[in-house]
């Protein structure tokens, strides 16, 4: 009899892994393509070289007109020629009042099995940053790096532990609304999660501190050129409008976080068995602290220190390119494969010794790589299934002739149900804000009312996306979906009200 009850217990449920989550998505998404009609806006795109506009209608014919603001005008286009010109926009715009459904181009079986292939394709750039950013952990883990200094840090934040949670997501928040740090925050997680389990904390403290500290950041986005300005751009209408009311938002958003990650890490810390993750912890510390003893931990020298220094050193260089340099995945990738060879030169190891450790440091990251190019092969399907303007189209005939501030808190419902099918931000924007900034002329709100319920939609469905970074952040960490589901819903509920309620306010302003 006791048997089996305990056969029982043993084969209770487990929360499928990330690829079954993701897999099961696609094919929903695929179904969709039978469901949804498939609908096409004829798109607008700037030729600099021959200074002319070429228009693609739904057919796929290419036609020209002359670059000119009577060409704009023409095509109810209320934006300045110089947004064109100056290079702001440079993705193609949907063009208003010509959606034309076409003829239904549903994705079978092979294309759901050859996706995510193309996804994978698609993402290598991000895929091999990863990769070698998991060669640096391990080399960094294997000279005793982390373990030294997660011991100094440990001693000197001794009770006072919260304010390493309030440093990450105020520095985090910080990159997102300012260039939508997202993507960049992967290889954080190896690094503080060692930091915030040591400090009595759980993984989920630490998912919570770095993937929202960005989100919060990118969905409260003030001058963030690739969704806040280019989303202004492409509705006609100065970055700098809202601005203000953007920027009290973003603080008052990131306290109401801090807040919320407080009482949680609070009760953790408390008692573990608070944590929504208790029965995994054993497994996790194993992988991040399974070399650490703080009572036999190897000096942090010289070495040790030069080696931290250089490693994250590079990570404001990292920003600074991205932010300013025009940098991407190959040139985040390059500079930390300079970064690894520095390392192997510093760190005593022979030759053979340092080249396998890299190779095992980046095949620990090899699912979170899949995971990425996977997530990319839902949005593939959907694209070639040609349903995304068709939603759009659905979305704007909704909200025309409402009263103001129900057009606002609509118009976020409908950004985040578009977010979900467009996880790019200057995708969204660049295909939204051409048919919904109009609308807000039609009920007498400002259009950038529209830029921010576009920001905080897309941004607040990205807190559960799993088509966006959330599932590879999990794998990194060995966190299942469910359990974040649980942790970060309520948080959900409060930001989602909270922002709507702020929507509203500035309708009255």
Same mark, same amino acid.
């Given at each position: 009899?006791?048997?089996?009850?305990?056969?029982?217990?043993?084969?209770?449920?487990?929360?499928?892994?990330?690829?079954?989550?993701?897999?099961?998505?696609?094919?929903?998404?695929?179904?969709?393509?039978?469901?949804?009609?498939?609908?096409?806006?004829?798109?607008?795109?700037?030729?600099?070289?021959?200074?002319?506009?070429?228009?693609?209608?739904?057919?796929?014919?290419?036609?020209?007109?002359?670059?000119?603001?009577?060409?704009?005008?023409?095509?109810?286009?209320?934006?300045?020629?110089?947004?064109?010109?100056?290079?702001?926009?440079?993705?193609?715009?949907?063009?208003?009042?010509?959606?034309?459904?076409?003829?239904?181009?549903?994705?079978?079986?092979?294309?759901?099995?050859?996706?995510?292939?193309?996804?994978?394709?698609?993402?290598?750039?991000?895929?091999?940053?990863?990769?070698?950013?998991?060669?640096?952990?391990?080399?960094?883990?294997?000279? &005793?790096?982390?373990?030294?200094?997660?011991?100094?840090?440990?001693?000197?934040?001794?009770?006072?532990?919260?304010?390493?949670?309030?440093?990450?997501?105020?520095?985090?928040?910080?990159?997102?609304?300012?260039?939508?740090?997202?993507?960049?925050?992967?290889?954080?997680?190896?690094?503080?999660?060692?930091?915030?389990?040591?400090?009595?904390?759980?993984?989920?403290?630490?998912?919570?501190?770095?993937?929202?500290?960005?989100?919060?950041?990118?969905?409260?986005?003030?001058?963030?050129?690739?969704?806040?300005?280019?989303?202004?751009?492409?509705?006609?209408?100065?970055?700098?409008?809202?601005?203000?009311? /953007?920027?009290?938002?973003?603080?008052?958003?990131?306290?109401?976080?801090?807040?919320?990650?407080?009482?949680?890490?609070?009760?953790?810390?408390?008692?573990?068995?608070?944590?929504?993750?208790?029965?995994?912890?054993?497994?996790i510390e194993e992988r991040f602290l399974k070399d650490y003893d703080p009572e036999n931990v190897a000096p942090f020298n010289w070495r040790r220190i030069l080696i931290l220094?250089?490693?994250?050193?590079?990570?404001?260089?990292?920003?600074?390119?991205?932010?300013?340099?025009?940098?991407?995945?190959?040139?985040?990738?390059?500079?930390?494969?300079?970064?690894?060879?520095?390392?192997?030169?510093?760190?005593?190891?022979?030759?053979?010794?340092?080249?396998?450790?890299?190779?095992?440091?980046?095949?620990?990251?090899?699912?979170?790589?899949?995971?990425? &190019?996977?997530? /990319?092969?839902?949005?593939?399907?959907?694209?070639?299934?040609?349903?995304?303007?068709?939603?759009?189209?659905?979305?704007?005939?909704?909200?025309?002739?409402?009263?103001?501030?129900?057009?606002?808190?609509?118009?976020?419902?409908?950004?985040?149900?578009?977010?979900?099918?467009?996880?790019?931000?200057?995708?969204?924007?660049?295909?939204?804000?051409?048919?919904?900034?109009?609308?807000?002329?039609?009920?007498?709100?400002?259009?950038?009312?529209?830029?921010?319920?576009?920001?905080?939609?897309?941004?607040?469905?990205?807190?559960?996306?799993?088509?966006?970074?959330?599932?590879?952040?999990?794998?990194?960490?060995?966190?299942?979906?469910?359990?974040?589901?649980?942790?970060?819903?309520?948080l959900m509920g409060i930001i989602g009200v909270f922002s709507i309620v702020m929507l509203v306010i500035q309708t009255l302003l």
């Amino acid at each position: 009899m006791n048997g089996e009850k305990k056969n029982k217990k043993e084969k209770r449920f487990e929360f499928p892994t990330a690829f079954t989550v993701l897999f099961i998505i696609l094919i929903l998404a695929a179904i969709l393509t039978y469901i949804v009609p498939a609908g096409f806006y004829s798109k607008l795109q700037y030729d600099s070289e021959q200074d002319i506009f070429l228009i693609e209608n739904h057919q796929g014919e290419i036609s020209t007109l002359p670059a000119t603001q009577k060409t704009l005008n023409s095509l109810n286009i209320r934006m300045s020629i110089n947004k064109f010109t100056d290079g702001s926009i440079k993705k193609p715009i949907a063009i208003p009042d010509t959606y034309q459904r076409i003829q239904q181009s549903p994705q079978g079986p092979l294309a759901v099995i050859m996706s995510p292939i193309e996804g994978i394709m698609d993402t290598v750039d991000i895929m091999v940053f990863v990769l070698i950013l998991g060669g640096i952990i391990g080399l960094v883990n294997k000279t &005793g790096t982390f373990d030294a200094g997660i011991a100094a840090l440990s001693k000197r934040t001794k009770g006072k532990e919260f304010l390493l949670v309030v440093f990450v997501v105020a520095l985090i928040a910080l990159g997102g609304t300012t260039f939508g740090l997202a993507e960049e925050t992967i290889a954080l997680y190896p690094i503080l999660m060692p930091v915030f389990i040591a400090s009595g904390y759980d993984a989920i403290v630490c998912i919570a501190a770095i993937y929202m500290g960005s989100s919060i950041g990118s969905m409260y986005s003030t001058v963030n050129p690739f969704s806040v300005v280019i989303a202004s751009n492409a509705a006609g209408i100065s970055f700098n409008e809202g601005l203000t009311f /953007r920027i009290i938002s973003l603080i008052l958003a990131t306290i109401i976080t801090l807040l919320y990650i407080y009482r949680y890490a609070k009760k953790v810390k408390r008692d573990p068995k608070n944590s929504l993750i208790y029965e995994d912890m054993g497994k996790i510390e194993e992988r991040f602290l399974k070399d650490y003893d703080p009572e036999n931990v190897a000096p942090f020298n010289w070495r040790r220190i030069l080696i931290l220094v250089i490693f994250l050193g590079a990570f404001p260089f990292m920003i600074w390119g991205v932010s300013k340099g025009g940098w991407w995945f190959p040139e985040m990738a390059t500079l930390f494969l300079a970064v690894a060879i520095i390392i192997i030169l510093l760190s005593g190891l022979s030759e053979k010794e340092a080249i396998n450790t890299f190779i095992n440091g980046a095949a620990d990251l090899v699912g979170v790589a899949l995971i990425i &190019g996977i997530a /990319r092969a839902i949005n593939i399907v959907m694209d070639n299934g040609m349903i995304s303007d068709t939603l759009l189209y659905y979305a704007s005939s909704i909200i025309r002739n409402m009263n103001g501030g129900i057009f606002a808190a609509v118009q976020m419902i409908l950004f985040s149900f578009l977010g979900f099918f467009i996880p790019s931000s200057s995708g969204l924007a660049t295909l939204s804000m051409p048919i919904m900034a109009p609308l807000a002329d039609t009920v007498g709100v400002s259009r950038d009312i529209v830029v921010t319920a576009y920001n905080w939609g897309q941004g607040w469905m990205a807190f559960i996306t799993p088509t966006g970074l959330i599932l590879a952040t999990l794998e990194m960490v060995d966190v299942t979906y469910n359990k974040w589901i649980k942790f970060i819903l309520p948080l959900m509920g409060i930001i989602g009200v909270f922002s709507i309620v702020m929507l509203v306010i500035q309708t009255l302003l």
